[in-house]
């Protein structure tokens, strides 16, 4: 993956906000800004949990924890996706 690097400031009061040590700060903010991502449907979930280099299941809390739905479709959407699924592979 090719990698950008660039220089940030932060106040230093946003350090306890955002509940990391200096060591954790890159990720925690790489983590942040794939969850805005991931919150205005600009990326996937699978995408993002591959870009901070964990499993699909262990984004899913992280969605959770930042009130981000994991699915987006409406239960219509869902009851009709399922209908789909049942008439193709047959009950």
């Known amino acids: 993956m090719s990698t950008i690097t660039l220089s940030l400031k932060l106040p ?7 509940e990391v040590n200096d060591t954790q700060l890159e990720e925690r903010i790489l983590e942040l ?11 996937s979930t699978g995408k993002a949990a591959e870009l901070l280099g964990i499993s699909k299941w262990e984004f899913v809390p992280k969605l959770a924890e930042n009130d981000i739905p994991y699915f987006t479709e409406s239960p219509e959407e869902l009851v009709a996706q399922l209908e789909t699924v049942n008439r193709l592979f047959g009950e």
């Open 12 to 18: 230093q009061e946003l350090i306890p906000v955002l």
């Open 33 to 43: 800004i794939l969850l805005e991502l991931v919150r205005e449907q600009r990326i």
